[in-house]
């Protein structure tokens, strides 16, 4: 197989800080599991928080493009899809979030 996916379904009850998280973790997860494949990552949000909830926004609007697309050659989530042709396979450690 060239390519795998990835599923997540952020839950009505968590904030961006545990989404982000899960996601990074996932991307780690699989790069360990699977190393150097091409990732696809198909992301839903329970109910309407994915074009209304401020945490969703930021996580699509600014994480992902920022902090997970690089670990990715696709994201497919609620705000839009993104392509990525240069997958970045050395994943940090950990992830290390910041408020600005």
Same mark, same amino acid.
Not at 13 to 28: S, V
């Given at each position: 197989?060239?390519? +795998? *996916? ?5 839950? +009505?009850?968590?904030? =961006?800080? @545990?989404?982000?998280? %899960?996601? =990074?973790? !996932?991307?780690?997860?699989? %790069? !360990?599991?699977? $190393?150097?494949?091409? #990732? ?5 949000? /329970?109910?309407? #928080?994915? *074009?209304?909830?401020?945490?969703? !926004? /930021?996580?699509?609007?600014? =994480?992902? $493009?920022?902090?997970?697309? $690089?670990? +990715? @050659? /696709? ?7 993104? &392509?990525? &042709? ?5 994943? $940090?450690?950990? !992830?290390?979030?910041?408020? +600005?």
């Amino acid at each position: 197989m060239k390519n +795998v *996916s990835i599923y997540h379904t952020i839950k +009505v009850n968590e904030d =961006f800080n @545990t989404a982000a998280n %899960q996601l =990074f973790e !996932l991307i780690k997860a699989r %790069q !360990l599991r699977e $190393p150097n494949k091409e #990732r696809h990552l198909y992301l839903d949000i /329970e109910g309407e #928080r994915g *074009s209304t909830d401020r945490d969703m !926004l /930021e996580l699509q609007s600014r =994480f992902i $493009p920022e902090m997970i697309v $690089p670990y +990715v @050659t /696709e994201i497919h989530m609620p705000l839009g899809n993104i &392509k990525n &042709k240069h997958q970045d396979n050395n994943l $940090p450690e950990s !992830l290390t979030i910041t408020e +600005v």
